[in-house]
């Protein structure tokens, strides 16, 4: 099992940046890809980025691409996601999970609580 828990979140003004980091337990952690996913009230949860186990390979929904990033540092078991040029239409309850690397929710197998991502306009 690979308990995660997020953290970073917060109220951000738009054209601001914030560093959302998703801490994991267990000693499995860099045997899986990591994904980061949003839900915004009344919508369901949509892809964001992943990253490869080994952190080689990145992969980004188009409505992030060029702003966010995301990386791991499979020595402290933790995975990033670095939001610069926040939008409003970013807000959203933002969740880390470990699993296949796709943008299928369903083939991720651990999930974080979340942290609330907040943007104002």
């Known amino acids: 099992q690979v308990p995660l828990v997020e953290s970073g979140g917060g109220l951000v003004q738009a054209g601001g940046s914030l560093r959302l980091s998703c801490a994991a337990s267990?000693?499995?952690?860099?045997?899986?890809?990591m994904g980061w996913f949003r839900q915004a009230p009344g919508k369901e949860r949509e892809f964001v980025a992943s990253?490869?186990?080994?952190?080689?390979?990145?992969y980004y929904a188009d409505s992030v691409k060029g702003r966010f990033t995301i990386s791991r540092d499979n020595a402290k078991n933790t995975v990033y996601l670095q939001m610069n040029s926040l939008k409003p239409e970013d807000t959203a309850v933002y969740y880390c999970a470990s699993g296949s690397g796709s943008s299928v929710p369903r083939e991720y197998y651990y999930w974080g609580q979340g942290t609330q991502v907040t943007v104002s306009s």
């Open positions: 267990g000693r499995t952690f860099s045997s899986y890809a």
């Open positions: 990253i490869s186990w080994s952190g080689e390979s990145t």
